[in-house]
């Protein structure tokens, strides 16, 4: 059988997840060819993991502006895109204009010229683009698609999503590069794109029309200054007011980060561990949506990055009853562990209550790993020979698409102040 070859662009904290499934559990059916990314430092300690931990070999390194030559030296069939959230475009295009396919990261990209850049290449090279939402993937979850397919309360018409972020993994993105939302397109984008794809896929059905407010409320300096903090820092590592804070990151001690980040910031300057409550966060931590669905479905969303627990809840209203399902997720920073513990399930929960009938708890397979179980059961789909699935849970370019069409209408629409209708953003 010969391998499918796979080169490998972005080598950040979300890339070892994939990597790793290569090189350990897919290496029979998979090879990966190349590492390609700004810093090589960072590549340098992932080669060293291939080597020294997954007992594979060293694979050649790539700097951004040699990434056609990569194409042309190593000759993947596939390229992984794990970059920043803003330069997937150029890379999902370049690829699929050498003749490879692409799996790309969440999100498949952050506005909506970017998106139409993506359908257009598709369209012109007839190439395959894949989206990597693990949640779908999680049992909790494709129960919830089980049961609203096997028309448990009938037509689904009201959707209530409340998703919470708590003080380690919210406080994560204002750190990070996605405090700036020309990178991520704000958590509406690069953190909901999660979330309103599995009501995507939880319903069968895409958004027609988004109205939403969003504002920093929590994060950013002059929201500490308003509630008496007055000693700051500009990142944490060799700042003295930074010790003590909860919400700062200690880098030193912690192997994965300092290989990752602090060792590599002579490369290219980027700074891993900025203060959350610093200047220039363009990026909202307190946000709420309308969203009206093709089905005639409706939903009130919220996101909050500052609650003092993890996870989310969901209440589906039909035509026949109520599906409520509430799940609480660990505390995870990302890179700061295992990728196998992002995510992780504490408590779950799924209640159904018939509009003529005793409520009853739905049981749920026990899935292991991150994100509820979800992330190994995506890498097989990606890298193993899966089987059939009646939930058909892998991820098209036109579910990445519309699911970031959400978050993008989102963010007009606070801009705007107006309602946007999710048609005029894109054509297909």
């Given at each position: 059988?010969?391998?499918?070859?796979?080169?490998?662009?972005?080598?950040?904290?979300?890339?070892?997840?994939?990597?790793?499934?290569?090189?350990?559990?897919?290496?029979?059916?998979?090879?990966?060819?190349?590492?390609?990314?700004?810093?090589?430092?960072?590549?340098?300690?992932?080669?060293?993991t291939l080597v020294d931990e997954f007992g594979y070999h060293a694979v050649p390194t790539y700097m951004p502006e040699q990434f056609e030559?990569?194409?042309?030296?190593?000759?993947?069939?596939?390229?992984?895109?794990?970059?920043?959230?803003?330069?997937?475009?150029?890379?999902?295009?370049?690829?699929?204009?050498?003749?490879?396919?692409?799996?790309?990261?969440?999100?498949?990209?952050?506005?909506?010229?970017?998106?139409?850049?993506?359908?257009?290449?598709?369209?012109?090279t007839g190439k395959k683009l894949r989206v990597t939402f693990n949640y779908r993937y999680a049992p909790h979850n494709t129960k919830i698609?089980?049961?609203?397919?096997?028309?448990?309360?009938?037509?689904?018409?009201?959707?209530?999503?409340?998703?919470?972020?708590?003080?380690?993994?919210?406080?994560?993105?204002?750190?990070?590069?996605?405090?700036?939302?020309?990178?991520?397109?704000?958590?509406?984008?690069?953190?909901?794109?999660?979330?309103?794809?599995?009501?995507?896929?939880?319903?069968?059905?895409?958004?027609?029309?988004?109205?939403?407010?969003?504002?920093?409320?929590?994060?950013?300096?002059?929201?500490?200054?308003?509630?008496?903090?007055?000693?700051?820092?500009?990142?944490?590592?060799?700042?003295?007011?930074?010790?003590?804070?909860?919400?700062?990151?200690?880098?030193?001690?912690?192997?994965?980060?300092?290989?990752?980040?602090?060792?590599?910031?002579?490369?290219?300057?980027?700074?891993?561990?900025?203060?959350?409550?610093?200047?220039?966060?363009?990026?909202?931590?307190?946000?709420?949506?309308?969203?009206?669905?093709?089905?005639?479905?409706?939903?009130?969303?919220?996101?909050?990055?500052?609650?003092?627990?993890?996870?989310?809840?969901?209440?589906?209203?039909?035509?026949?009853?109520?599906?409520?399902?509430?799940?609480?997720?660990?505390?995870?920073?990302?890179?700061?562990?295992?990728?196998?513990?992002?995510?992780?399930?504490?408590?779950?929960?799924?209640?159904?209550?018939?509009?003529?009938?005793?409520?009853?708890?739905?049981?749920?397979?026990?899935?292991?790993?991150?994100?509820?179980?979800?992330?190994?059961?995506?890498?097989?789909?990606?890298?193993?020979?899966?089987?059939?699935?009646?939930?058909?849970?892998?991820?098209?370019?036109?579910?990445?698409?519309?699911?970031?069409?959400?978050?993008?209408?989102?963010?007009?629409?606070?801009?705007?102040?107006?309602?946007?209708?999710?048609?005029?953003?894109?054509?297909?």
């Open positions: 059988m010969e391998k499918k070859r796979y080169a490998h662009v972005g080598i950040g904290g979300r890339a070892r997840m994939y990597y790793q499934a290569i090189a350990k559990t897919y290496s029979e059916t998979s090879e990966l060819v190349a590492f390609c990314d700004i810093n090589q430092t960072r590549m340098d300690y992932a080669n060293r030559q990569m194409i042309e030296e190593t000759k993947p069939d596939v390229v992984i895109v794990t970059s920043i959230d803003r330069t997937h475009h150029r890379y999902i295009i370049k690829a699929m204009e050498m003749g490879c396919d692409v799996i790309s990261e969440k999100p498949m990209t952050v506005d909506n010229d970017k998106c139409q850049e993506i359908i257009d290449c598709i369209n012109r698609r089980e049961l609203i397919m096997n028309d448990t309360i009938g037509k689904v018409t009201q959707v209530h999503f409340e998703w919470l972020l708590n003080t380690s993994h919210g406080a994560d993105y204002f750190r990070r590069w996605h405090r700036d939302k020309r990178n991520s397109g704000g958590l509406m984008v690069h953190k909901a794109t999660h979330h309103f794809d599995l009501v995507n896929f939880w319903l069968g059905t895409y958004p027609k029309r988004v109205f939403a407010f969003g504002d920093l409320k929590f994060y950013g300096r002059e929201n500490a200054e308003e509630r008496g903090v007055t000693k700051f820092y500009s990142r944490v590592h060799g700042q003295k007011n930074a010790e003590g804070d909860p919400f700062a990151l200690v880098m030193k001690g912690n192997k994965q980060l300092e290989e990752l980040y602090l060792n590599a910031e002579a490369d290219d300057g980027y700074i891993r561990d900025q203060s959350v409550f610093g200047d220039n966060i363009s990026i909202e931590d307190t946000m709420n949506v309308l969203v009206q669905y093709a089905s005639g479905a409706q939903m009130s969303y919220s996101l909050n990055a500052y609650s003092p627990w993890e996870g989310f809840r969901v209440c589906f209203t039909g035509t026949k009853g109520r599906i409520e399902i509430e799940v609480t997720e660990a505390v995870y920073v990302n890179a700061g562990g295992e990728s196998s513990k992002e995510g992780v399930v504490k408590g779950k929960k799924i209640t159904v209550y018939p509009m003529f009938g005793e409520a009853y708890n739905v049981p749920i397979e026990e899935g292991k790993g991150g994100h509820g179980g979800g992330d190994a059961v995506l890498l097989n789909d990606l890298f193993g020979t899966p089987e059939y699935d009646k939930f058909q849970r892998a991820a098209s370019h036109v579910d990445g698409a519309m699911s970031i069409l959400t978050g993008i209408s989102a963010n007009k629409s606070m801009a705007s102040g107006q309602p946007i209708n999710v048609a005029d953003l894109v054509k297909f």
